[in-house]
């Protein structure tokens, strides 16, 4: 689904220069102001200290592809939204992790060596330098061409599924832990984050006003490349939004996946919000540059500043961290859901 994100993904600007939003909360259909969702607990738990995983294991991948690992000792997860080492460390495997991609964002893991370049691309040599026992991927970076040299040079590479909503969280979790054999902390893991999505929605439900629902937008921007897309149905966003009691105005009129803006359809879908990811909205130069876009000011989202930006590395990774960005996303929407 997101192997369309890898021409933009690799447009990403490492340079930030526009300041940040304020992180006050704010009634969404009527607060005026721009919000920072900020996660109040950015680390990953793991669901066990230590997992004796149960070697060696061969497993069919998502393209079909059986293959066998037998060692976890040097272990790389890689994926655009860095779903895929969140979960590593969610297995209690952290400490097998060699490298990360640079959606992989979260405290522990950041003293990791990176192994893409220019934002989301792949880099052959400095992945072979790091010597991997095993890989852990999908097809959301490329080029693909790395990932095949991987398998080719005898590495057991295997390939999850490349979706990502929150519906499917399970799913991922599972696929790691069985390519990792570690099948039992995969279901403790699946356990604990299915509950604790559960909770955050009930806190969302028990302070979110059904018959006002916010209407929001997902918009991604980078502005050094002019790189300005709406994300809709099916995109993982639609269910983000969902989740915070939010109403998909880019579902609601019918986009799918993700379009370049229309000034004319942006402006008559009248969302009362717009979000976006914090590196997105400082490459255009803060709320002041978005407003420029054009048919943003023509939304009341526009007309009263109303932007909510989150980090990029968790806005959109539906892993073990799901339920913290729901109540971070809540809280700037409502305030205090808790």
Not at 116 to 134: C, Y
Not at 272 to 292: A, F, N, P, R
Not at 310 to 325: C, E, K, R, S, Y
Request: glycine share 10%.
């Amino acid at each position: 689904m997101f192997r369309w994100l890898l021409a933009l993904a690799i447009l990403v600007a490492a340079g930030c220069s526009a300041p940040p939003a304020s992180t006050s909360p704010q009634t969404p259909t009527e607060g005026n102001g721009p919000t920072t969702a900020v996660v109040a607990r950015p680390d990953i738990v793991p669901i066990t200290p230590a997992p004796q995983p149960n070697l060696p294991v061969t497993v069919t991948d998502n393209q079909g592809t059986k293959v066998t690992v037998t060692s976890v000792d040097r272990t790389l997860a890689f994926d655009t939204y860095g779903t895929l080492a969140a979960t590593v460390f969610g297995l209690g495997l952290g400490d097998k992790v060699v490298g990360r991609d640079t959606s992989t964002g979260f405290p522990a893991a950041k003293h990791l060596p990176v192994i893409t370049a220019n934002g989301h691309q792949l880099n052959a040599e400095a992945i072979m330098a790091l010597r991997p026992t095993v890989v852990i991927t999908d097809t959301t970076l490329g080029p693909w061409d790395v990932v095949l040299q991987l398998r080719d040079s005898g590495i057991p590479v295997v390939v999850t599924d490349s979706k990502r909503t929150i519906d499917n969280v399970d799913d991922i979790a599972h696929q790691v832990a069985a390519a990792l054999g570690v099948p039992d902390a995969g279901a403790r893991l699946v356990e604990r984050t299915t509950k604790e999505i559960t909770e955050a929605k009930a806190a969302i439900a028990n302070r979110a006003n059904p018959e006002h629902k916010p209407r929001i937008v997902f918009l991604y921007l980078r502005g050094q490349a002019g790189v300005y897309y709406m994300f809709g149905r099916g995109s993982g966003v639609d269910s983000l939004i969902d989740a915070v009691g939010g109403v998909d105005v880019a579902s609601e009129v019918g986009l799918d996946g993700m379009k370049p803006v229309n000034p004319e359809a942006l402006a008559g879908a009248r969302p009362d919000v717009i979000l976006v990811m914090t590196k997105g909205l400082q490459s255009v130069g803060g709320v002041d540059g978005i407003l420029q876009l054009p048919g943003v000011a023509q939304t009341p989202a526009g007309q009263r500043r109303r932007v909510v930006d989150m980090d990029d590395t968790q806005i959109l990774g539906f892993g073990p961290l799901t339920a913290n960005v729901l109540d971070a996303l809540a809280t700037a929407l409502y305030g205090d859901v808790k």
